[in-house]
Nanobody, 121 residues
Framework: QVQLVESGGGLVQPGGSLRLSCAASGSILRVNNMGWYRQAPGKERELVAVVTRGGSTNYADSVKGRFTISRDNAKNMVYLQMNSLKAEDTAVYYC???????????????WGKGTLVTVSS
């Protein structure tokens, strides 16, 4: 089975930095788009950043200039470098990937279970 596993969350002070990682594993033929979403208490899940296999990126306006998404195609991993963190960045961050499994002709969407980021003094 295909799995996405996030790591790197934790407690950080305002203005600090964290680096999130997500590893895709299993019977994977090709990973297309990868991205990060987040969900704060009482709010709906929202897009943070996405990156295509070719390296094109898109960011939410609230994180532009502070967050950087990157990927390693050989390792099927995606990263999110978060700098100048604010209290409003506190949320559970989820990894997402569109990929093709071995023996399957169509693209399927997968999600990780999430990692908690808390920004507080």
């Amino acid at each position: 089975q295909v799995q996405l596993v996030e790591s790197g969350g934790g407690l950080v002070q305002p203005g600090g930095s964290l680096r999130l990682s997500c590893a895709a594993s299993g019977s994977i033929l090709r990973v297309n788009n990868m991205g990060w979403y987040r969900q704060a208490p009482g709010k709906e899940r929202e897009l943070v950043a996405v990156v295509t296999r070719g390296g094109s990126t898109n960011y939410a306006d609230s994180v532009k200039g502070r967050f950087t998404i990157s990927r390693d195609n050989a390792k099927n991993m995606v990263y999110l470098q978060m700098n100048s963190l604010k209290a409003e960045d506190t949320a559970v961050y989820y990894c997402n990937a569109d990929l093709i499994q071995r023996g399957v002709l169509s693209v399927m969407d997968y999600w990780g279970k999430g990692t908690l980021v808390t920004v507080s003094s």
